[in-house]
C-alpha cells in the first residue's frame, strides 16, 4: 500500500503561520496577558537589567568613573578570592549548610503531609496546618531574635536541658552547634508552608487507585508507599532539581542576623562573605567577582541535576 508523504512546509510559510497563531491567541485572552505584563517587568527590571552590573567583576570599579570608565583587570579578582585564605572556608561552610538543609530540610514537609494526609479528623488536620503555616509568616528579624533567646544560656532550651541534668552554653557561641540551629530552625519556619504543594498534589491522585489496592489486600502503609509516593514523585523531582539548583545560595539575611566573628569558623557562607567585603569593605569588585562565581556553580548544578533526572527518571524543568 502506497503512503503519501506530506511535503515540509517552506520556513517562511510555517514561520507565519506561529505568528499567524501567536496574534489570534494575544486577541483571544489579552486579559490574561496584561496580567502577564506586571511579572515580566520585575523579572527585567530587577533579574536582568541589573546583568550589566556584572561587568564590575572584571574590573578595578570607581563609582567616580562609573562602569565603563574603570580600569579593566580581567580574572584578578577572581584569583584572588581562588587564592585568599577565606575561599574554602566559604565554599566548605556554604556546601554543607546547603546539604545538611537538601537531607533534613526537603524531606520534612514531605514527610508532614504524608501524615497530615492520613488524618481524617478535619478539625484536628487543620489545626495542625494552621499551627505549622505560622512560622512562615514571622519576619526572619523576629525568627532571629526568638532563636537568640531560646538559644542563650538563660533560655528556654538551657532550661529544658539543666532540668535534666545538662550544662547551660550559649548556642550561638559555639561555632559545632551554629549549623544544628541553622537548618533545624529553617526546617521549623518552613515545614508548614512547604507542606501546600504537596497536599495539593495529593488531591491530584486518583482515588480509584486507592480503591483497587484495597482490594488487592493493601494496608494503609502499602498505599502510601505504592499509591501516593508515586504520584508525588513527579513534584518531589521537580523540586529538587530547583533546590539543587539554589544550594550555593544560602540566604545571608538570616546568617549575619545569627553569626559572630567567634562562629565565622563554620558559619561564614559565600554570601554572607560577599556582603561584609562588598558592603562594609566597599570592595564592589570583588564581591561582584564572588557572587559572579557562586552563580556560575549554582547554574551548573541546575543544568546537571535536570539532565540527570531527564536521563534516569523522564521528569525535567525542560
Known amino acids: 500500500m502506497n503512503t503519501i508523504t506530506p511535503k515540509p512546509q517552506?520556513?517562511?510559510?510555517?514561520k507565519k503561520r506561529f505568528t499567524l497563531g501567536m496574534w489570534t491567541d494575544i486577541r483571544r485572552n489579552k486579559l490574561l496577558y496584561v496580567m502577564l505584563v506586571p511579572i515580566l517587568l520585575y523579572y527585567v527590571i530587577?533579574?536582568?537589567?541589573p546583568m550589566y552590573g556584572a561587568i564590575i567583576a572584571f574590573k578595578d570599579f570607581?563609582?567616580?568613573?562609573?562602569?565603563?570608565?574603570?580600569?579593566?583587570?580581567?580574572?584578578?579578582?577572581?584569583?584572588?578570592f581562588f587564592t585568599g585564605p577565606y575561599f574554602?572556608?566559604?565554599?566548605?561552610?556554604t556546601i554543607l549548610i546547603s546539604f545538611y538543609q537538601l537531607l533534613f530540610g526537603f524531606p520534612a514537609p514531605i514527610?508532614?503531609?504524608?501524615?497530615?494526609?492520613?488524618?481524617?479528623?478535619?478539625?484536628?488536620?487543620?489545626?495542625?496546618?494552621t499551627v505549622t503555616y505560622m512560622p512562615h509568616f514571622i519576619s526572619l528579624i523576629v525568627i532571629c531574635g526568638i532563636l537568640k533567646d531560646f538559644t542563650s544560656s538563660e533560655g528556654v532550651i538551657n532550661d529544658?536541658?539543666?532540668?535534666?541534668?545538662?550544662?547551660?552554653?550559649?548556642?550561638?557561641?559555639e561555632p559545632s552547634l551554629f549549623r544544628t540551629v541553622y537548618v533545624s530552625s529553617g526546617i521549623w519556619q518552613n515545614i508548614g508552608w512547604g507542606t501546600i504543594i504537596f497536599l495539593a498534589a495529593l488531591t491530584g491522585i486518583d482515588q480509584e487507585q486507592y480503591?483497587?489496592?484495597?482490594?488487592?489486600?493493601a494496608g494503609r502503609w502499602k498505599q502510601m508507599t505504592n499509591v501516593t509516593l508515586p504520584g508525588l514523585m513527579p513534584i518531589i523531582v521537580i523540586l529538587l532539581i530547583l533546590d539543587i539548583g539554589r544550594m550555593m545560595?544560602?540566604?545571608?539575611?538570616?546568617?549575619?542576623?545569627l553569626y559572630n566573628p567567634g562562629t565565622y569558623e563554620t558559619a561564614d557562607v559565600i554570601s554572607s562573605y560577599v556582603y561584609r567585603v562588598g558592603l562594609q569593605d566597599f570592595n564592589y569588585s570583588f564581591s561582584s567577582a564572588v557572587g559572579l562565581f557562586n552563580s556560575v556553580i549554582n547554574f551548573v548544578l541546575l543544568i546537571s541535576a535536570n539532565w540527570l533526572s531527564r536521563k534516569f527518571n523522564d521528569t525535567s524543568l525542560w
Open 160 to 173: 529544658i536541658i539543666a532540668f535534666f541534668g545538662g550544662e547551660r552554653s550559649t548556642f550561638l557561641l
Open 62 to 80: 570607581s563609582p567616580r568613573l562609573g562602569i565603563w570608565g574603570s580600569q579593566w583587570v580581567g580574572f584578578d579578582h577572581f584569583q584572588q
Open 249 to 257: 545560595n544560602v540566604g545571608f539575611e538570616k546568617i549575619i542576623l
Open 46 to 49: 530587577f533579574h536582568y537589567v
Open 211 to 217: 480503591e483497587a489496592a484495597k482490594i488487592d489486600g
Open 111 to 129: 514527610v508532614l503531609a504524608l501524615l497530615l494526609n492520613e488524618l481524617k479528623h478535619a478539625l484536628f488536620k487543620r489545626t495542625v496546618q
Open 88 to 93: 574554602w572556608r566559604t565554599i566548605k561552610n
Open 10 to 14: 517552506h520556513p517562511f510559510l510555517q
